[in-house]
DNA sequence: TATTGTTATACTCTATAACTATA
DNA sequence: TATAGTTATAGAGTATAACAATA
């Protein structure tokens, strides 16, 4: 358990990490945006899904997904086929194209951190990858334990959730 | 200098992280959304400053700090008044009830991570914090290195600079 | 002419809500 | 009735460009 000033410095950093973020953005191809890529990477690290995975995933609302995913098909580097178990369901799946231009952007940013972070050792990248990774874990579900909203707010998810999705 | 495969799982906990950003988000009150928050948080530990300086601080374009920054003075949480010495600048400052605004938001801020991290140590957060730091430090001055462009883009700043705004 | 700051416009990401189709 | 997914709409954040006032 830290000290209040402490994680007073820490919510600076996650502020000041935008610029990071964006930094990265900058290098993204202009009909490949941010979650564009966010779509081919997790595709391409776990392989076809289902939506509500994907979701799940990104931590982001299905809706959000549902956009992303409709970009991303439209440029032809992921296909949509009907789940045969599941007639709702629709499984993502990378296409070539797609895995070409997924390895064009991992080539991409990892070139870009090679050189911004020309001076960090193995073990330094390691160590921030291992507390980021907590990080997220220890925040992780946020959308299935939200957070005490503000007095006088109504909350963003009125009760426990259990699917990354909006309240029907 | 780390491998690529490790530049790569990096990437992947920037991308995650977007989640533990949009989970503090959610604390904030309605009429003070991330960009006014930045604003309040900078004033009040660098305190008072001119336009171009906060822009620095918040590492986005001067439009935006514009935007964020009339949205606080709209609700008396700082003032902008004439710099004597340069009549084209403006000193921003903490009004008291903006101050109190500050401490509230650090108060609650603390209080989610102190919940969220509890199994964390002292060393630990620590820790997270120095990484990202001089992550921050080494993707710093972004806008005045900018990354090589996608092949086929323009850039986004033609040549170097030095100021913290949009190339006239 | 160059610099400080503002405003208009456009784009990305996100969430909520309403809707369709299937279970 | 509940779940998977889509779409419409709204809000926040950002960048570029054009502009006004001052140096």
Do not use: N
């Not at 081919?40 to 076809?48: E, F, I, N, Q, V």
């Not at 990378?94 to 952007?105: A, F, K, N, V, Y």
């Not at 050189?115 to 990774?133: F, P, T």
């Not at 925040?139 to 707010?153: L, V, Y």
């Amino acid at each position: 358990m830290a000290e209040r000033t402490q994680y007073e410095e820490l919510m600076r950093q996650f502020s000041a990490f935008g610029a990071v973020r964006r930094e990265l953005g900058r290098i993204l191809p202009s009909d490949c945006p941010g979650g564009s890529a966010a779509v081919l990477t997790l595709l391409g690290r776990h392989g076809a899904m289902r939506m509500s995975r994907l979701a799940e995933l990104l931590a982001v609302d299905m809706s959000v997904t549902s956009r992303h995913v409709a970009h991303v098909v439209d440029r032809g580097w992921i296909e949509r086929s009907a789940d045969p178990s599941d007639k709702r369901s629709r499984i993502l799946r990378l296409t070539p194209s797609g895995q070409i231009r997924l390895d064009e952007l991992s080539r991409r940013t990892a070139q870009l951190l090679a050189d911004r972070l020309s001076d960090w050792s193995d073990e330094e990248v390691g160590q921030l990858i291992r507390l980021m990774a907590r990080l997220r874990a220890d925040f992780g579900d946020c959308r299935t334990h939200p957070a005490q909203p503000p007095p006088g707010e109504t909350p963003h998810t009125p009760e426990l959730e259990h699917t990354t999705r909006t309240p029907a």
